[in-house]
């Protein structure tokens, strides 16, 4: 591994700070290319396309994860296990969906983890609206080979986000700073 | 053009969702890397980055038992461990801006919104590798600098007491490699 394992940093201490300059441990593993042909990420993408045959059984996993947490739920109500439980699989859907080949499912996940994530009291998030959210991800998941997925999907998106927009406004009512907050818009990373 | 070795890095992967796992495994041997260890939560993670003493971290926010950024917190402890300089990437499926501010409090490097690309991820691990930022301690932090760029435009008091200089600019290896080249 890189070198200068031993070596110490330097600081500079001011009024209120120090600023600390580690040693460049990883320095050993920079150098110019002796290969301009070499393409890293090419060679990465070529090894992910390898993988993305077990994309769709991984996305029906989650999607039963997903439905699962929604049982929960319903059986023993809110708590912080079955929120947490809940939440936890929209947000990983919201992450991984575009990756395995279903970019139409990401904003439902996100509609359905901004409505688990920002209604300030969990007792109070609607069922109906969770279940809405949870079988139109299966449905787009399930139906993910139609020619007109896409303009399916957008419209259930649309309905879904319209109405949980208009929840989480009202549940928020009374703290406008958070309600500011949770509207503006995701950076761009 | 810059070229990073691989193979000459050792990166520790902690997500609790061994989906992405595997894909962040397959991308790194992708671009060559080696050596790439895996945990499953922020404690085995913590075990893990203390046991293997990994180059690169690049882990989840959301997980059981401690998540991303109370790992990362631990991470950056003076004296704590052998190695609280290490760069941490977050990967992650949330991108709202308190979010990402709050990472970048807990002393995380680099911040990647899911869905992740080879593209994106390679660019973070150069960024890291070939492009370091000096560390700033306070009273109340402890991490990378926290301001990548100087704001010419930038109107108010400065926040830093006390010098000539508040940051002490390392020449990007980056720089160094495109003169070299």
Request: charged residues 30%.
């Given at each position: 591994m ?86 936890h699989?929209?947000h990983d859907?919201?992450g991984e ?93 | ?8 890095l050792r990166f520790l992967v902690i997500d609790d969702n061994a989906h992405m796992r595997r894909i962040l495994r397959t991308l790194l041997h992708?671009?060559?890397a080696r050596e790439v260890y895996e945990a499953e939560d922020g404690a085995a993670g913590l075990e893990a980055f203390t046991h293997f003493m990994p180059d690169i971290v690049l882990t989840d926010w959301a997980m059981p038992i401690f998540d991303g950024l109370e790992l990362a917190q631990m991470i950056r402890q003076?004296?704590a461990n052998a190695n609280p300089?290490a760069p941490i990437i977050m990967l992650t499926g ?9 990472a970048?409090?807990a002393g995380i490097t680099e911040f990647m919104?899911k869905?992740i690309?080879?593209?994106?991820l390679?660019?973070r691990i150069?960024?890291v ?53």
């Open positions: 890189p070198n200068d394992k031993s070596a110490k940093p330097s600081i500079t201490t001011y009024a209120d700070h120090e600023v600390i300059t580690p040693p460049n441990r990883l320095r050993d593993a920079v150098s110019t290319a002796a290969n301009p042909a070499d393409d890293p990420v090419g060679r990465a993408e070529r090894a992910l396309a390898l993988l993305s045959g077990e994309f769709s059984g991984w996305m029906d996993a989650e999607c039963e994860r997903l439905h699962a947490a929604r049982g929960e739920l319903k059986a023993k109500g809110f708590s912080p296990e079955t929120h947490e439980a809940l939440f699989a929209a859907i919201k969906a575009a990756t395995f080949g279903y970019p139409f499912v990401t904003s439902l996940a996100e509609s359905l983890c901004r409505l688990i994530e920002h209604t300030p009291d969990t007792a109070r998030i609607p069922i109906a609206l969770v279940d809405q959210h949870v079988d139109a991800v299966r449905a787009v998941v399930r139906e993910s080979k139609r020619a007109d997925i896409a303009v399916i999907a957008a419209a259930l998106t649309e309905k879904l986000r319209e109405v949980t927009e208009e929840f989480l406004a009202h549940a928020n009512r009374e703290r406008p700073d958070y309600l500011d907050g949770i509207c503006a818009p995701p950076l761009d990373l | 053009m810059v070229r990073i070795d691989f193979n000459k992708g671009f060559g003076p004296g300089y949330h991108s709202e801006k308190k979010r990402v501010v709050a970048r409090d919104a869905p690309s080879a593209k994106s390679y660019q150069l960024n590798v070939a492009n370091p930022r000096p560390f700033i301690k306070t009273k109340t932090y402890f991490g990378p600098d926290r301001r990548r760029n100087v704001n010419s435009n930038y109107v108010g008091p400065e926040r830093r007491k006390g010098g000539k200089a508040d940051v002490i600019r390392q020449s990007p290896l980056l720089d160094k490699a495109k003169v070299a080249g």
